[in-house]
């Protein structure tokens, strides 16, 4: 780091206290001259103080977060071997409710629709789906 | 003494499901809390942290003590959540109304009582809101880097361990996310300048 570069990159370890002990030295003399920088650190301080204090998500009813864990569990070792049998009939199942719905329209379209959606899930949680996905993926982010 | 995750995972390998309640009881939490960080549904939080218990349970045997218990869980866990956010299940959004039911109380409406002054304090306020929906439109992995290096205090090394990427990629992925918070901070700061 020269004489005049703001070290940006550098800024945000020195917030979080990741730096060395020189490179730290270094950010303390350069902020101590540099008003802009200085600012810099107030705001990025601020956001992560934020973040940091951000309301927790609701929490779930632990005991039954449990119990639904132990029975996916238990259903783990019994699924795994009937879904090898059945699987090609689950998918051709599907599909057919699948089609079946996104052809139709009128007021049975809605019910259709939920039925296809239960379906498409168990399909999902039985990890026979991926194959049926034809749509593109939303992009990350 | 505390037995340590690694020999109860080992156990679990075993399938000690002693050992594998103990894990869950010890992680539950945090994992349900980075798995919401990342889908932003309660729904899929649950869901997603409880698959990851799951895959836990099926492939301990594959954990071989390089790393930390931790970093391989976590691992597990934030692939598992980015993979949901990603496909974002296409069949709900063509065929369903694709609604989100999270928790409808305000965020804000869930911090304690302020005890500073009160115009101060809704600066302050207004300046979190802002912040916290910034952090809803991150990109989900600049949302997973934060909120593991923010909100669980992991370091960047750990992080890095976690998303198999490199420490410059994390550090990268955390400067995007906070030049972009640090922006919506200072709209609001302008706005706020202006209109008085």
């Not at chain 1, 800024?11 to 206290?17: F, H, K, N, S, T």
């Not at chain 2, 995750?5 to 390998?13: G, K, M, P, S, Y």
């Not at chain 2, 989100?100 to 005890?115: E, G, I, S």
């Amino acid at each position: 780091m020269t004489a005049g570069q703001h070290p940006e990159r550098d800024l945000i370890a020195y917030v979080r206290g990741e730096l060395a002990a020189d490179a730290r030295r270094r950010v303390a003399a350069h902020l101590a001259d540099c008003r802009a920088c200085r600012a810099t650190v107030e705001e990025l301080s601020a956001v992560v103080a934020a973040v940091a204090a951000a309301p927790a998500p609701p929490a779930p009813a632990w005991g039954r977060y449990r119990a639904d864990l132990a029975a996916r569990v238990a259903a783990r070792r019994g699924r795994r071997r009937w879904t090898v049998r059945l699987a090609p009939l689950a998918v051709a199942g599907a599909l057919a409710a699948v089609l079946l719905t996104l052809t139709l329209s009128g007021p049975a379209k809605v019910d259709l629709q939920s039925d296809a959606i239960a379906v498409l899930d168990l399909m999902d949680n039985l990890e026979v789906i991926d194959n049926l996905d034809r749509l593109p993926a939303t992009p990350e982010g | 003494m505390e037995t340590a995750d690694e020999e109860l995972c080992r156990r679990v390998a075993a399938h000690d499901e002693a050992a594998f309640d103990l894990l869950v009881a010890r992680y539950q939490e945090r994992a349900y809390r980075v798995a919401w960080s990342i889908v932003r549904d309660t729904e899929d939080a649950r869901d997603v942290s409880q698959e990851a218990f799951v895959r836990l349970w099926d492939t301990a045997g594959s954990f071989r003590g390089q790393a930390r218990f931790s970093t391989w869980f976590h691992r597990l866990l934030v692939n598992l959540a980015l993979d949901r956010r990603r496909r974002d299940r296409w069949w709900h959004r063509v065929l369903g109304p694709g609604a989100r039911d999270d928790d409808p109380t305000p965020p804000l409406d869930r911090l304690a009582a302020p005890a500073a002054d009160p115009g101060d304090e809704l600066d302050r306020r207004d300046l979190m809101k802002r912040v916290w929906d910034a952090v809803d439109e991150l990109p989900p992995r600049q949302r997973a880097v934060l909120h593991l290096q923010v909100r669980e205090e992991m370091s960047t090394g750990e992080v890095a361990a976690v998303l198999e990427c490199s420490e410059a990629t994390v550090r990268v992925h955390l400067h995007r996310a906070l030049t972009t918070l640090r922006e919506r901070a200072r709209n609001l700061r302008t706005l706020k300048e202006t209109s008085r």
